[in-house]
Nanobody, 124 residues
Framework: QVQLVESGGGLVQAGGSLRLSCAASGRTFSDYAIGWFRQAAGKEREFVARISRSGGTPWYGNSVKGRFSISRDNAQNTVYLQMDSLKPEDTANYYC?????????????????WGQGTQVTVSS
């Protein structure tokens, strides 16, 4: 079992930045790839970014590529999502999730453990 807790969400103006954190506890953190997803009101859950167990091979959804950056610190059991040049369409509840796959896909079904989410609101 892995417990995930997101933090760092909030209200920001368009063009601004936020850094989300995903803190993990439970089983060995470095055994899991970590993904970030988001879900806006009335929409399906969308893949945002993924990072491998060792911190390599980051992968991004097309809508955030070039603006968001994912990283991890296995010593601190934490994954970060740096979000720059935020747009109103980035407004959503952001979730981190853990996968035991070496290279999980963008499908939410590849991820076993989920956090409760942190709300990001970008005003225009």
């Amino acid at each position: 079992q892995v417990q995930l807790v997101e933090s760092g969400g909030g209200l920001v103006q368009a063009g601004g930045s936020l850094r989300l954190s995903c803190a993990a506890s439970g089983r060995t953190f470095s055994d899991y790839a970590i993904g970030w997803f988001r879900q806006a009101a009335g929409k399906e859950r969308e893949f945002v970014a993924r990072i491998s167990r060792s911190g390599g091979t980051p992968w991004y959804g097309n809508s955030v590529k070039g603006r968001f950056s994912i990283s991890r610190d296995n010593a601190q059991n934490t994954v970060y999502l740096q979000m720059d040049s935020l747009k109103p369409e980035d407004t959503a509840n952001y979730y981190c999730a853990a996968s035991s796959r070496i290279h999980p896909t963008v499908a939410p079904g590849d991820y076993v453990y989920w956090g409760q989410g942190t709300q990001v609101t970008v005003s225009s």
